[in-house]
């Protein structure tokens, strides 16, 4: 099985600061790499799919980046309503995969 | 736009099945563009993919749950549906529906708003 692990697993970031949240595999992925992000009582919603393409809709301060086994979602400038939890997700084996999580709160 | 609908029993007594299901609307379970599938996240944690089913019945589980694990289609519904055989308070979880498309990277672009489900005698 392919283990996505999650750094850090929270953070606190004040509105305006560059966010960063890496995600490593335990083995090359190619790009098969989505982020998720969640808030409280909602179901996830998708940022960002292939490690960089930003899904419709998302604002362009979420960026994704990397290949292989380590990858990076950005948030250039954090919004008020960017706090909540992310996920990074593999799709490339045949077991689909979630790291841990990411709580990014206010601070 | 497709929508997701989960529905279901809220309260399963342990070692019962606990049976899902999902109501497609806006699009068809029939279409090949998708993976029809099931996650659960279980209170203060992270997610967890359950499976899929596709082409109207080929199927794809998570390993570990394998062995309990049965997602169907009914065509004829418009829903597909999950049954988790030999329940503990280990299952108890918010269980939801999405789609994962089947060309990019298999993102899933669409969920339900998520059912939540007590395991308890």
């Known amino acids: 099985d392919i283990q996505m692990t999650q750094s850090p697993s929270s953070l606190s970031a004040s509105v305006g600061d560059r966010v960063t949240i890496t995600c490593r595999a335990s083995?090359?992925?190619?790009?098969?790499l989505n982020w998720y992000q969640q808030k409280p009582g909602e179901a996830p919603q998708v940022l960002i799919y292939?490690?960089?393409s930003l899904q419709s809709g998302v604002p362009s301060r979420f960026s994704g980046s990397g290949s292989a086994t380590d990858f990076t979602l950005t948030i250039s400038s954090l919004q008020p309503e960017d706090f909540a939890t992310y996920y990074c997700?593999?799709?490339?084996?045949?077991?689909?995969?979630f790291g841990q999580g990411t709580k990014v709160e206010i601070k | 736009q497709v929508q997701l609908q989960e529905s279901g029993p809220g309260l399963v007594k342990p070692s019962e099945t606990l049976s899902l299901t999902c109501t497609v609307s806006g699009g068809s379970v029939s279409s090949s563009i998708y993976f029809w599938s099931w996650l659960r996240q279980p209170p203060g944690k992270g997610l967890e993919w359950i499976g899929y089913?596709?082409?109207?019945?080929?199927?794809n589980y998570n390993p570990s749950l394998k062995s309990r694990v049965s997602i169907s289609v009914d065509t004829s519904k418009n829903q597909f549906s999950l049954k988790l055989s030999s329940v503990t308070a280990a299952d108890a979880a918010v269980f939801y529906c999405a789609t994962a498309l089947r060309s990019a990277s298999h993102y899933m672009d669409v969920w339900g708003k998520g059912t939540t489900v007590t395991v308890s005698s």
């Open positions: 089913v596709y082409d109207s019945g080929s199927t």
């Open positions: 083995q090359s992925i190619s790009n098969y």
């Open positions: 997700q593999e799709t490339y084996s045949i077991s689909w995969t």
């Open positions: 292939a490690a960089s």
